[in-house]
């Protein structure tokens, strides 16, 4: 892997190791305050630590660090866990439709769950039912941080974040899959009739989507991979790979699926890797768990400015940011959807709120200018 350093193949192979409980390898000449910094970027320092823990040629100092690290981790987990625990309940008792949604799902396919770190709890849920999940949300503490156009989202000190899902991807996105009979297709849990459990074709079809949004956007890291190939290892046999191949060809990525199933089977069975697969090995590792924010943009610049200047597609940017479609602002702001007449105002409170924020405000208008013109 002459492309890929040694500090991230060695990742890789530890991330393997985790993955099919086998014992760890020693390997000589590792920087473990880089492997560590990596390992963060990527969200599996939980997975790989418990391995270095047992490799005597790992300094003390390095194994304190991911030992601090993981017991942070994991302190976190077990708080969200109970609030996990205690919003499910008052669904149920509310008789609110809900299904557990891409790390609440994969992390049981994982040898142990706390080896899958999340960065919060996903559910699709009856969008019928939005106002009484705010109150719900509301009364255990929450404050609404976003209401966008696929999902509610809150969050509670320190650590707990929900994202109440009504669709699966942005309309607005050119990338958006459709996933209109979930719920036809998922199976009703045996003890709680209003917990729901997606049909395995589609926990595994919409893995792939979510990682080609990304990969596709902004970039994404190893993770997504470790989630597909663990998904694969146990229940590949039941997947239905006709219906699959026909959505994801559907979807336009069969490719991109092909190319990240050989690719995470390979990698996390310590196979030898083709040029070519390395090469995208390469492109996983170039980036955090969810991709770069920079990249994102410029990528999203760059379709603006096709038949047009870079500077003009900036310029189009920064209109779109300080008046969002009014789709975005309905969004946005649910007061707007039974007084689309207080538009204007909402438009003004927006501009006024940039304002009071300068720094964020004016570090986006940096970013946006740092993009190279073409």
Not at 340 to 354: D, E, M, Q, S, T
Request: glycine share 4%; with cysteine.
């Amino acid at each position: 892997m002459s492309k890929i350093n040694k500090e991230e193949y060695y990742l890789c192979r530890l991330l393997g190791f985790a993955l099919n409980e086998k014992e760890p390898e020693q390997e000589d000449g590792i920087d473990y305050k880089k492997l560590l910094s990596l390992a963060k970027k990527h969200q599996v320092f939980n997975a790989v630590y418990p391995l270095l823990d047992k490799l005597d040629g790992v300094p003390d100092e390095e194994k304190a660090r991911f030992r601090d690290h993981t017991m942070s981790e994991l302190k976190r987990m077990l708080v969200v866990n109970n609030e996990r625990d205690i919003i499910f309940a008052e669904l149920t008792s509310k008789s609110i439709r809900f299904m557990p949604l891409k790390g609440l799902i994969i992390k049981a396919y994982y040898p142990k769950e706390s080896m899958r770190q999340m960065s919060d709890n996903d559910i699709l849920f009856d969008f019928e039912n939005r106002d009484e999940v705010a109150r719900i949300m509301k009364s255990n503490g929450y404050k609404t941080v976003a209401t966008g156009e696929n999902s509610d989202d809150y969050h509670k000190e320190p650590y707990s974040t929900f994202e109440f899902h009504r669709t699966l991807f942005f309309e607005e996105h050119n990338f958006c899959p459709r996933f209109d009979d979930l719920w036809e297709r998922a199976t009703q849990d045996g003890e709680n009739p209003y917990l729901y459990h997606m049909d395995i074709n589609d926990v595994y079809i919409y893995n792939v989507c979510h990682m080609f949004k990304h990969f596709s956007s902004a970039g994404c890291g190893v993770r997504f991979l470790a989630d597909n190939f663990l998904l694969l290892k146990k229940d590949g046999k039941k997947l239905d790979f006709g219906y699959v191949s026909a959505k994801l060809d559907e979807y336009g990525i069969l490719d991109f699926e092909r190319k990240t199933r050989e690719l995470a089977i390979k990698l996390f069975s310590d196979e030898e890797l083709s040029y070519e697969e390395e090469e995208l090995l390469g492109v996983f590792l170039n980036f955090g768990i969810f991709g770069s924010e920079k990249i994102k943009l410029s990528r999203e610049l760059e379709a603006m400015s096709k038949g047009a200047s870079i500077n003009s597609a900036k310029r189009s940017y920064v209109l779109k940011r300080l008046f969002p479609p009014k789709k975005k602002m309905i969004a946005d702001y649910r007061a707007l959807e039974k007084r689309p007449y207080l538009l204007p105002a909402y438009y003004a409170y927006r501009l006024i709120k940039g304002a009071l924020h300068p720094k964020e405000t004016l570090g986006e208008v940096k970013s946006v200018n740092s993009i190279n013109n073409k």
